[in-house]
T-cell receptor, first 106, second 113 residues
């Protein structure tokens, strides 16, 4: 079956540092989505990537979908305390990765 | 539009009991998916319903079941509760089946004692 690994599981950064989380699949994905879940909250949709090699930006967030559509990344530039939460990738048929929990030290 | 609503928000049960959770999707959304979330386990997919039919199912035992009504509201039932069933149960709705942005509800926090 399809295997998607999300790494790292945890990331602790100093405010102002960059952060990246990765999702890697053993098979080609038709699309990939990214969600953010604040502590005590529920996942909220950030973006969907569909095309091979696609790159999308939302302010300090950069999302990439690999050329082979087997991997994706979410990069945050100059983290802020408001970025704290767990970031999940989701793919075909509502499956989600294990998430990367980001904590930011002010 | 109102968001996804889930009831109850909190629930305490004892081992062996059964529980029913409810999810009302966003108006017009016909797909409802259920997830179990435990610390360190991410979002574990339970099942998806679309137009009253179970379209997809995750790797959970038969104690976990669900259904969807003609108004797209969905219920999830867990029978013979075990301690390990303690978790946050999230439902999500979307207009289409198996794709697109998922709109999550606030979840039901189930504690099994």
């Amino acid at each position: 079956g399809q295997q998607v690994m999300q790494i790292p599981q945890y990331q602790h950064v100093q405010e102002g540092e960059d952060f990246t989380t990765y999702c890697n699949s053993s098979t080609t994905l038709s699309n990939i989505q990214w969600y953010k879940q604040r502590p005590g909250g529920h996942p909220v949709f950030l973006i969907q990537l569909v095309k091979s090699g696609e790159v999308k930006k939302q302010k300090r967030l950069t999302f990439q979908f690999g050329e082979a559509k087997k991997n994706s990344s979410l990069h945050i530039t100059a983290t802020q305390t408001t970025d704290v939460g767990t970031y999940f990738c989701g793919w075909n048929d509502m499956r989600f990765g294990a998430g990367t929990r980001l904590t930011v030290k002010p | 539009k109102a968001g996804v609503t889930q009831t109850p928000r909190y629930l305490i049960k004892t081992r062996g009991q059964q529980v029913t959770l409810s999810c009302s999707p966003i108006s017009g959304h016909r797909s409802v998916s259920w997830y179990q979330q435990t610390p360190g386990q991410g979002l574990q997919f339970l099942f998806e319903y679309f137009s009253e039919t179970q379209r997809n199912k995750g790797n959970f035992p038969g104690r976990f079941s669900g259904r969807q009504f003609s108004n797209s509201r969905s219920e999830m039932n867990v029978s013979t509760l075990e301690l390990g069933d303690s978790a946050l149960y999230l439902c999500a709705s979307s207009p289409l089946a198996g794709e697109g942005e998922q709109f999550f509800g606030p979840g039901t926090r189930l504690t099994v004692l």
